[in-house]
T-cell receptor, first 112, second 117 residues
Framework: SQQGEEDPQALSIQEGENATMNCSYK?????LQWYRQNSGRGLVHLIL?????REKHSGRLRVTLDTSKKSSSLLITASRAADTASYFC????????????FGTGTSLTVIP | DAMVIQNPRYQVTQFGKPVTLSCSQT?????MYWYQQKSSQAPKLLFH???????NEADTPDNFQSRRPNTSFCFLDIRSPGLGDAAMYLC????????????????FGPGTRLTVT
């Protein structure tokens, strides 16, 4: 079953702007991952952040994690048309095995 | 390159006719997962293997079975496909390390798109 929800469901921005997506989850976690999926394609891993971490960066991506609020955000800076995709968070569940459950996803459109 | 491979990429089967999807990995990861993804939805976890231990999700229909004969290969068997089983099926791997079995990121294959006629 799904662990999280993402907000907004859809986001449309101009090229060069920043895009922020949020993920909220229900139970305590060890790890949270962010993925990108282009239409009809496979999932590309972006960042994994652990429960004892608060922020991670990778290129134009910045991920934050607030375990007290059970939420995470993904910031894409200086967006490009090629960033157009669906973005998903996936979380495991603390103490209950090695499963990763996906959130509902955010569909991002970057307008050139 | 180390990777996750799924065959076939596209599979067409008839209603009620058993079908098997395959996944192989060269990453030597000890955890393997099968997800079902329907159009415009999030991937839904069906089950996973931790080494040889099979872990089913409570809401996975009995129609779906899995086999993992060795570390590298994992199969998804759909015993009697219905029209509602048409979807993209994604295989993923991960690894655990250290005394606490720390879980690492998942790597996904390209998926098999299943059509049921």
């Amino acid at each position: 079953s799904q662990q999280g929800e993402e907000d907004p469901q859809a986001l449309s921005i101009q090229e060069g702007e920043n895009a922020t997506m949020n993920c909220s989850y229900k139970t305590s976690i060890n790890n949270l991952q962010w993925y990108r999926q282009n239409s009809g394609r496979g999932l590309v891993h972006l960042i994994l952040i652990r429960s004892n971490e608060r922020e991670k960066h990778s290129g134009r991506l910045r991920v934050t994690l607030d375990t007290s609020k059970k939420s995470s955000s993904l910031l894409i800076t200086a967006s490009r048309a090629a960033d157009t995709a669906s973005y998903f968070c996936a979380t495991d569940r603390r103490f209950t095995g090695n499963q990763f459950y996906f959130g509902t996803g955010t569909s991002l459109t970057v307008i050139p | 390159d180390a990777m996750v491979i799924q065959n076939p990429r596209y599979q067409v089967t008839q209603f009620g006719k058993p079908v098997t999807l395959s996944c192989s990995q060269t990453l030597n990861h000890n955890v393997m997962y099968w997800y079902q993804q329907k159009s415009s939805q999030a991937p839904k976890l069906l089950f996973h293997y931790y080494d040889k231990d099979f872990n089913n999700e409570a809401d996975t229909p009995d129609n779906f079975q899995s086999r993992r004969p060795n570390t590298s290969f994992c199969f998804l068997d759909i015993r009697s496909p219905g029209l509602g089983d048409a979807a993209m099926y994604l295989c993923a791997t991960s690894r655990t390390t250290g005394e606490g079995a720390r879980l690492h990121e998942q790597y996904f294959g390209p998926g098999t798109r299943l059509t049921v006629t």
